[in-house]
Each structure stands twice: as C-alpha cells, then as structure tokens.
C-alpha cells in the first residue's frame, strides 16, 4: 500500500468515525427528546441543548482533518504516513464511542426533565466526562501531527 494512500486512510477515519458517532449520538438523544416532549413540551430548550451535545466529537474529526491534511503529501515517508494513520485513528475511534456514551447520559438526563425533574445542570456536568476523552483523542492527533517531521 501507497504511503498516500495510508496517511489518506487515517485522515477518513479521523473524519468518518467521529461523524458517525456524532450523527448515532445526536439521534439518540433526538428520540429521548421526542419522548419527554410529549411529557413536558415546556422543556424544549433544555432538550435541544442537551441533544446537541454530542454533535461536538464530529466537529473534532473535521479540526482533525484541517491538522493531518497537509501533511499528506505525494512524498510522504512510510514512518509519517502510518503517524496519520495512528493519529487518525485514534481521534476517530475515541470520538465514535465518547459520543454515543455522551448520548446515553444525555438522554438519561433529557428523560429525567421530561418527568419533571431539575437535571439540566446535573447532566450538563455529567456530559462533559465522556466529552473529555474525545478532546483528548484530538490532543494526541495535534501532538502527533507536530511531532511528523517535514518533508523538504
């Protein structure tokens, strides 16, 4: 296999796998929306904010993309092609199931407001956990990305 071809691998995956986590995370908690506004239509705020939540990871695939793809270039080195792989990689696959478990709290905490309970806050607090990792996988690709040497 191509090193282009590689380093372009981990560039769709970074972008591909956070996207699809965002987009399976979102409906998630589009459904537990739906379901608590029948129950409580007062709180649609509250519901459209937590559910939006989780779109967040797709948004660190796309930085991720703007960051690994320069460096993809017609002569990239082997060693710095597997590094977008790698990079890629792993911001996608943190951000694909950070999403879908910052969903399943979201939700969580959508239904708790559609039964009446003051849980906004709460789940706003408890949503962030899953939500670091996600920043973190994005932090490993920006510190592999600075650690590729350039190619002259």
């Known amino acids: 296999m191509s090193p282009v071809l590689l380093a372009y691998i981990g560039v769709a995956l970074a972008v591909g796998l956070s996207g699809i986590g965002s987009a399976y995370g979102v409906t998630i908690c589009g459904n537990a929306a739906i379901g608590a506004f029948k129950k409580n239509p007062s709180a649609s705020g509250s519901y459209i904010g937590l559910a939006a939540l989780p779109s967040s990871q797709g948004l660190y695939g796309f930085v991720g993309f703007f960051i690994l793809n320069p460096l993809v ?80």
């Open 73 to 152: 270039t017609e002569n990239i080195s082997m060693f710095a092609a597997c590094a977008v792989l790698g990079a890629g990689l792993a911001l996608g696959s943190v951000s694909l199931f950070s999403a879908i478990r910052q969903a399943k709290v979201c939700a969580n905490g959508i239904s708790a407001i559609g039964g009446g309970h003051n849980a906004f806050g709460t789940t706003m607090v408890l949503a962030v956990f899953p939500e670091l990792y996600a920043i973190l996988g994005l932090l490993v690709l920006i510190l592999i990305a600075n650690s590729i040497p350039a190619v002259s």
